[in-house]
């Protein structure tokens, strides 16, 4: 079907929802004099859906929405996943989807680093320990020791903005980066070297880091399964700043359990936000983040960015928009 068109500027009526991000008061301070409005649950969308020409959100939502929006012409998500989305539906009502690809890249790929620093130099130790007010002593066993990133290798699965940024960091340290990519005769970029994504499981095994940048697709959902987390060493830790349903939940939380690897960061899990009952909560080798990888004060004002570009391409007349992917 073809896609809707816009109204003009003065008829254009625009909608921000989201349960936290500050968008239309980032949005006022532009003076565009573009008409808005914001919500701020999946309820308050339902009602008011059908007044909006364009739509911001991403968690709040739902592909049922698409008969309740006879106006909808765009929806500019502001997450970079694409997963909640059904492009079949959304195509043929005409609704054109751009994602939020790149305005956070420079984030989860510094969330990455981090989480990999606080593996490497055992800070959540140090936080339980500074809270039991207990000073440690020194360690003698070597293995347990805190360990440095330099010579260390670590295997980026999914080198698109988000892994070639991790990758640039990861050298920094003076690591060892290994990267997986559809088309690895596209280059390795700051990689040492890229290999196609068939061959995740010959490299997994020299990984002392796994740090998941891919994509939530039907080929990556559970790609990290029970044997690809037995081809992993028994000191190499899994980062996860993908999306939680790449790793098999169950395979990993085994994995852990019998210190099959080192440990893990999870930056994004099967259920958001994580049950209280999960046992993700007290395995010991384990650091979470509640899906912040992405947060910079920044955001909000990437995302108005990607948006009047969008718009303004829309108004020109050019068919493609910037992250376009429906």
């Keep these: ?48 859906i059908a007044e909006a020409d364009v739509l ?20 500019q998500s502001i997450s970079a996943g694409t997963d909640q989305y059904s492009r079949e539906a959304l195509g043929a009502a005409g609704i054109r989807v751009a994602n939020a690809q790149g305005v956070n890249e420079r984030a989860v790929a510094e969330h990455a680093i981090a989480l990999i620093l606080a593996l490497a130099r055992k800070i959540p130790e140090a936080l339980a320990n500074q809270a039991a007010k207990k000073w440690r002593g020194m360690i003698g066993e070597i293995a347990r020791r805190e360990d440095e990133l330099g010579g260390k290798t670590l295997v980026i699965v999914g080198m698109g903005r988000i892994g070639s940024r991790l990758a640039t960091l990861a050298r920094a340290f003076d690591m060892k980066v290994i990267g997986t990519k559809r088309d690895p005769s596209k280059g390795a970029g700051a990689a040492d070297r890229v290999v196609g994504e068939g061959d995740l499981p010959g490299v997994l095994a020299q990984a002392d880091f796994v740090a998941l940048t891919c994509p939530l697709t039907p080929q990556t959902e559970n790609l990290i399964d029970a044997k690809a987390l037995a081809a992993m060493k028994p ?92």
């Design 235 to 326: 000191s190499a830790y899994l980062i996860n700043v993908a999306r939680g349903k790449v790793v098999n939940e169950p395979a990993l939380i085994d994995a852990l359990g019998r210190n099959a690897i080192a440990g893990a960061a999870l930056d994004c899990v099967w259920q958001e936000p994580l049950p209280a009952d999960s046992v993700l909560w007290t395995v010991p080798n384990v650091l979470i983040t509640p899906h912040t990888a992405g947060e910079t004060r920044r955001y909000e004002d990437n995302v108005i960015d990607l948006l009047l570009e969008n718009l303004e391409r829309i108004w020109r007349g050019e068919s493609a928009l910037k992250n376009q992917f429906v």
């Design 56 to 75: 911001l959100c991403s968690g709040l939502w739902k592909n049922e929405l698409i008969p309740l929006a006879p106006r909808l012409a765009l929806i």
């Design 1 to 48: 079907m073809p896609s809707r068109n816009l109204p003009a500027k003065d008829k254009l009526n625009i909608c921000f929802a989201h349960v936290a991000y500050r968008m239309g008061e980032r949005f006022a301070l532009r003076n565009t004099g573009l008409k808005w409005f914001e919500l701020r649950s999946a309820d308050e969308l339902k009602a008011r």
